[in-house]
């Protein structure tokens, strides 16, 4: 018995064996394999048991399909003429959108070097020809019920960081064994590309020597100082925020990284808001929080000394504070945006 080309959808109920499952929680697997008779037997005893069964027999279809559908997991045949299975495994986990659904190799292949190249590509398990179904599905089962767990939770993630970019934020995710940016959203990359030149997969370069500086600290859960790229009246603040991805052979997953843009413009609003001041007395309570005397104010203002010090007493006034030091600090705990940020 052989199966068209076209991916094909199980429809019949699943069977009363163990490995059935109910149809409400029906996980999606991909089969790929050159030979349609090769998978026919696995096809048959997938369906029976209550999964939704894709198949394609060529590596190029393989990757589209796994792209469009994101199954739950891929079983792929590692011998197939054109892209091999090492070669298709190598792009879907290179994609961010496929790069977490498990691949368990089907092969022929039994010497130990063949073995290890699957793994490397980024196979999870094998199973060895010929295949039997029963075999099979005990492999893949804990492989599936992780696949579902992280699938759903990738995609709350990714609403989350989505609409943080509606409040002014920006998020990365960077792995963590190789330093590749594998997720971004929008905000993020029009961001990275005015400040810092790059485009994903690369993670801008002072960033990744940043994330690896302060590693130690995130998996303490002790929060890392932050990382601040000066751009002119333009400032990109890094802040790792937690780890969101598993760990891969011992190695460590992805780090979400959530960035917000800020200019000079944005901190002389919040403390004109915060504080009732006009733009001028903003510019000065602004250059104060810097550190700078009257005459260094006037001079970056275009204004004397004596003028700077008019602003001074109406901005004490409405601050009700008697000094410049105290001056500060109440504008540094009102307006988060002078916080100091730097020490990446």
């Not at 940043?210 to 303490?220: D, I, N, Q, S, V």
């Not at 751009?231 to 790792?240: A, I, K």
Request: hydrophobic share 40%; with cysteine; charged share 20%.
């Amino acid at each position: 018995m052989s199966h068209p080309v076209e991916p094909s959808l199980s429809s019949s109920s699943p069977s009363s064996s163990a490995t059935a499952l109910p149809l409400s929680d029906a996980l999606v697997v991909l089969i790929v394999d050159d030979v349609p008779d090769n998978v026919a037997p696995l096809h048959d005893a997938l369906d029976e048991a209550g999964y939704t069964v894709l198949v394609a027999l060529d590596g190029e279809s393989a990757i589209r399909r796994a792209t469009q559908a994101l199954p739950d997991v891929v079983l792929l045949d590692a011998v197939m003429p054109g892209l091999d299975g090492f070669e298709v495994a190598r792009r879907l986990k290179a994609q961010p959108a496929t790069a977490h659904i498990p691949i368990i190799f089907m092969t022929g292949l039994t010497e130990t070097e063949h073995l290890v190249a699957a793994l490397d590509a980024g196979g999870a398990d094998y199973v060895t020809k010929p295949i039997k179904p029963r075999e099979v599905m005990a492999r893949m089962g804990v492989h599936l019920r992780t696949a579902r767990h992280v699938r759903q939770g990738a995609v709350e993630r990714s609403q989350a960081r989505n609409a943080l970019d509606a409040f002014g934020y920006a998020t990365i995710t960077v792995r963590e064994r190789d330093g590749r940016l594998m997720w971004q959203t929008p905000l993020a990359r029009d961001l990275l590309r005015h400040h810092c030149g790059t485009e994903a997969p690369t993670t801008p370069p002072a960033v990744l020597q940043w994330l690896r500086r302060h590693l130690g600290e995130a998996l303490a859960q002790r929060e890392p100082p932050r990382l601040t790229l000066e751009n002119g009246p333009r400032r990109l603040t890094f802040r790792l925020h937690q780890c969101v991805g598993d760990e891969v052979n011992g190695e460590g997953g992805d780090w979400l990284i959530v960035m917000q843009e800020t200019s000079d413009a944005s901190v002389l609003s919040g403390l004109a808001g915060a504080f009732g001041l006009t733009a001028k007395e903003a510019e000065v309570l602004y250059w104060v929080v810097k550190g700078k005397i009257n005459r260094d104010i006037g001079d970056i203002l275009g204004s004397s000394p004596a003028t700077v010090k008019k602003h001074l007493e109406r901005i004490y006034a409405k601050l009700g504070v008697e000094t410049r030091t105290a001056a500060a600090a109440m504008a540094i705990n009102r307006v988060p945006l002078l916080q100091p940020q730097h020490g990446g």
